[in-house]
């Protein structure tokens, strides 16, 4: 995560926003993390409200911003956003068509009616090109960590195991990700009622393609 660039991430948010010149916009993240990205959008964004299902790890996004713990399959809010987003392809931890479905469909029921949902996704091909790298271990901030990382093909899924030393004490965390087909994605935003404004080549404005590494999907309602 050291070698991600959020602050140029966060440009390229603020960059979505002004291309559908959506003007003092109600923003909510989901899947917020750490709040690497609020760290920079907070003083940008005067209306923003943070989420993640985590309570440990949501703690350390901004004191200034709201900070709401929930799944992004069941958003508990009433509220209206103009924009909601995830980065960082947090959607991917959606395993399974049906998970996907139930959380666009819980956007478009708190999007307003010219609003927008953007989320970039990991395709095929970055994982393959990135299986090796992601195989590594060392010592970064007082923590040892291995990271072990497989694909599979036929089941398409991408495994990180992560085992951390922290204090002498170890943790094993495991993460699965769906790596759907490109062509899904559209299959998937169609059933939840919604539709594809534009897809990019992520931290661009080029056209996307099943051959990109990461796409990013800009969706608005029918």
Not at 88 to 95: A, I, P
Not at 139 to 145: H, I, M, S
Not at 174 to 186: G, V
Request: glycine share 4%; hydrophobic share 40%; with cysteine.
């Amino acid at each position: 995560m050291k070698d991600i660039d959020y602050s140029s991430w966060a440009d390229y948010i603020i960059d979505l926003i002004d291309l559908y010149q959506i003007k003092n916009p109600k923003v909510l993240e989901v899947g917020a993390g750490l709040g690497q990205i609020s760290s920079f959008l907070k003083e940008k964004i005067p209306s923003y409200i943070v989420s993640d299902v985590s309570v440990e790890m949501i703690k350390f996004c901004p004191d200034k911003l709201s900070r709401v713990t929930c799944d992004m399959t069941s958003l508990p809010f009433k509220k209206e956003f103009d924009i909601i987003f995830s980065i960082f392809d947090s959607v991917n931890y959606l395993t399974t068509p049906d998970l996907f479905v139930d959380f666009l469909s819980e956007c478009k029921r708190i999007l307003v009616e010219d609003g927008i949902v953007t989320f970039d996704v990991s395709l095929e091909k970055n994982s393959i090109k990135n299986i090796k790298r992601l195989n590594r271990k060392g010592k970064y901030g007082g923590v040892y960590y291995n990271q072990k990382s497989t694909y599979d093909k036929k089941s398409r899924l991408h495994k990180n195991i992560l085992e951390l030393e922290i204090d002498e004490v170890k943790f094993i965390e495991t993460h699965e990700q769906m790596i759907y087909e490109f062509e899904e994605y559209f299959i998937i935003v169609e059933d939840a009622g919604l539709r594809v404004i534009d897809c990019f080549d992520c931290f661009s404005f080029d056209d996307a393609s099943r051959k990109s590494e990461r796409v990013q999907f800009v969706l608005g309602k029918l």
